[in-house]
C-alpha cells in the first residue's frame, strides 16, 4: 500500500454465494425470504406448524460480513435481502426522481431492502448498521468525485419490486469506478 492510500475502514469477508429464496404459505398468503446457500435450492413444499410453505421465486445473489479492520469485528447483516440501484424503480416513483436529483450531482442511491418474516412485517437494519454500509461501500469508491448513499426502505420498494430486481448489484460491491 502506498503512504498516500489510506485503507478503508471495512473489508468484506465471508462473501456467500447462494440463492434468495420467497416462499409463500398456501393458505394465508404470508410470505417469507430467506437466503440459502445450498448448490442446488430447496424448491419443495413442505409443512410447519399450520403453514404449507411452497417455494416462489428464488434468484442468484450472496450474503457478506465486513471486518472492521481498525478493530478486528465481524459485522453480519443476515436482515439484508439486497441492495436496489434507484434506476431500477419505477420513472415515476420518489424515490426515481430523488435518484435523478442525486446523480446529476455523483451521487448514486441504493435502498437496503431486508427480508420478510412470514408474519407480514420485514427484518429492520438498524441506523448504525445502515452507517456501516455507507462508509464500507464508500471508501471502496475509487473515483474521490463519486459518492454512494444507501437508504432504508421508506418508500415501501419491497411491495412493489420483483426479487430479481432486488437483488445486490455486483458493481457496487466491487467498485470498479
Known amino acids: 500500500m502506498m503512504p498516500s492510500e489510506v485503507r478503508p475502514r471495512y473489508e468484506m469477508v465471508n ?3 447462494g440463492y434468495v429464496m420467497v416462499e409463500h404459505d398456501l393458505f394465508s398468503r404470508s410470505v417469507r425470504s430467506y437466503f440459502s446457500t445450498e448448490e ?12 404449507t410453505w411452497r417455494s416462489a421465486v428464488m434468484g442468484q445473489s450472496f450474503h457478506f460480513d465486513l471486518r472492521d479492520t481498525s478493530t478486528g469485528e465481524i459485522i453480519k447483516f443476515p ?3 439486497g441492495l436496489l440501484y434507484y434506476g431500477s424503480c419505477k420513472p415515476e416513483s420518489d424515490i426515481y426522481r430523488v ?3 442525486a446523480h446529476d450531482a455523483n451521487v448514486s442511491i441504493y435502498i437496503a431492502i431486508t427480508h420478510e418474516t412470514g ?10 448498521k445502515l452507517g456501516i454500509l455507507n462508509k464500507a461501500f464508500f471508501d471502496r469508491l475509487q473515483r474521490k468525485d463519486k459518492k454512494i448513499l444507501i437508504l432504508p426502505d421508506l418508500f415501501g420498494l419491497h411491495k412493489t419490486m420483483s426479487y430479481g430486481e432486488i437483488m445486490i ?3 457496487l460491491t466491487s467498485m470498479e469506478e
Open 119 to 128: 408474519e407480514g412485517s420485514r427484518m429492520a437494519l438498524s441506523d448504525e
Open 169 to 171: 448489484d455486483f458493481g
Open 40 to 51: 442446488t435450492p430447496p424448491r419443495e413444499e413442505y409443512r410447519e406448524g399450520n403453514r
Open 99 to 101: 435518484g435523478q436529483i
Open 15 to 17: 462473501v456467500r454465494m
Open 79 to 81: 436482515e439484508l435481502l
